[in-house]
């Protein structure tokens, strides 16, 4: 977790995980998520000190504020400028009755069937042109061994699912057109604001 580090900690760890990133990709990193969306203000300042122009550890949750520590509103799914020099973007959730349920993907892609995750994903593009998805490769890995000692709800949030996520994975990419963030909105990596329209799982 971010905030279980010092400041010194944090910037020495992402600097040193963007240079490894980039050494075997060939091109820049843009983006940092925090694990489990653990952002805090001054690792903000500090992703713009180390290079970063995007930040994507927001969802504007009900039921959990360690993931909407800003206050964000579920309209704010768009990029906006969380600092000068960065920009957030939000990850998407799904209103069902004055509750926001997440809904970018990870562990609820998992959870969720796939007709089910992807009428809300298509419910989302329909009112904001774009779905923002992330995924961790442990989400894939149905042998994975299973040794986090833990309970039983967070046992079901880090296991379940395992065995269908890979083809629902597949289906995901062959129902929507796909672009990265950076593709996307152009505007995180310092260019002006793209007018394309396309769905993005990204």
């Known amino acids: 977790m971010v905030y279980q580090q010092s400041p010194q900690e944090f910037k020495q760890d992402i600097r040193m995980s963007k240079d490894i990133l980039e050494n075997i990709i060939g091109s820049k ?22 290079g970063f122009t ?27 400028k969380i600092r000068d020099g960065l920009w957030e973007i939000p990850l998407p959730v799904y209103p069902l009755n004055g509750f926001n349920i997440p809904w970018g993907g990870g562990g609820y892609f998992r959870i969720y069937p796939y007709r089910l995750f992807s ?6 593009i329909r009112k904001r042109d774009s779905f923002v998805f992330y995924i961790h490769p442990y989400d894939l890995d149905q042998h994975q061994p299973r040794i986090f000692n833990t309970s039983k709800l967070n046992g079901i949030r880090r ?3 395992l065995e ?19 593709r996307y909105y152009p505007q995180i990596g310092g260019e002006a604001l793209s007018e394309r329209k396309i769905r993005n799982c990204s």
């Open 164 to 182: 269908a996520a890979y083809n629902k994975l597949k289906m995901l990419l062959g129902d929507y057109s796909c672009m990265s963030l950076n």
């Open 29 to 50: 990193v843009h983006g940092y998520r925090a694990p489990c969306f653990s952002i805090t203000d001054w690792g903000l300042d500090l992703l713009i000190e180390e």
């Open 159 to 161: 296991y379940y699912g």
């Open 54 to 80: 995007y930040d994507s550890s927001q969802i504007p949750n009900t039921f959990n504020k360690l993931y909407s520590k800003f206050n964000l509103p579920a309209s704010d799914s768009f990029p906006f």
């Open 119 to 124: 009428l809300g994903a298509s419910s989302i």
